[in-house]
């Protein structure tokens, strides 16, 4: 079922899967504020029945980040312009980057696992993407950087979070400070990405990855990735209750006793 197309988004659901491809191959998928509204709109729409949702995007690169001319004067073709943005109140200026990290957001939720699946470049914006899934699948040929601070800007779409969860505060602080690229091999050494495989193999290697996470059963997923959520927020006595909780609802579901 296509769920939506529009703004540079193509979703499609079939069955427990949707597939959210970036379809702006000839600008290296990079984002506008449209892309993040319909991004948005898809975490809204997805059916109930959604499990994992795959990100792809279109081309040689999953995505450049931030469209190049939104940080002109002229701005894109919207007029959209972060110079003219900066103009804003503080309220409006907080408002308008609200709604560009709802595109962000969702990704996280607990009833779906959600896959990056990167090839080429994830700079910017495109690798906050990126960050915004659960899991990375990475073509051998993937290049992460991030690359706001060295545009004078800071990493605003929700990524220090997940950059440090998953590398660390040394090197988010390193590769956020110096925009560098991280390369696919270092990417998997460092814990950024899950996975790393031959280019024409990415495909095939998420295809896998989606079979064995659909192999388990859903509530036992859903409250499992819960638990892992709150580990990096709760203390550790906040989590072993949880735990006990979360296995007491497992348990009674088990042996049908909710009933
Ligand atoms: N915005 C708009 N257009 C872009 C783009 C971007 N971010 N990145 C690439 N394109 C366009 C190019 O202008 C080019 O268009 P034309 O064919 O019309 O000239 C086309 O995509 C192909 O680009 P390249 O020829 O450069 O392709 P490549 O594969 O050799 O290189 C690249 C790819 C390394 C990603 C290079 O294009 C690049 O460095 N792009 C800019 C990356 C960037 O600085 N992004 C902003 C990061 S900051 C951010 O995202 C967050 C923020 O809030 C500021």
New binding site residues.
Partial sequence: MNLLESDGVRVVVHDAVATVTLTVP???N??TPAMWRSLAETGRLLPGDVRVVVLRGEG??FS??????A?TPEGLDDGFS?LKLARQTDTELDAAIAGAQEAFTWWRRPDLVTIAAVQ??A????FQLALACDLRVCADDAEFAM??TS?G?V???TGTHPLVALVGYGRAVEICATGRAVRAAEAERIGLANLVVPRQDLDAAVADLVAALLAAPRDAVIETKTLLRSATTQDYDAQRAAERAAQARRLRDLAHLGE
């Fill in positions: 000839e600008r290296r990079a984002q040689r690169s450049a980040g931030i469209d190049r001319r940080l972060l080429g470049h700079i910017g914006a495109g690359r706001e545009l800007l990493p605003d779409l």
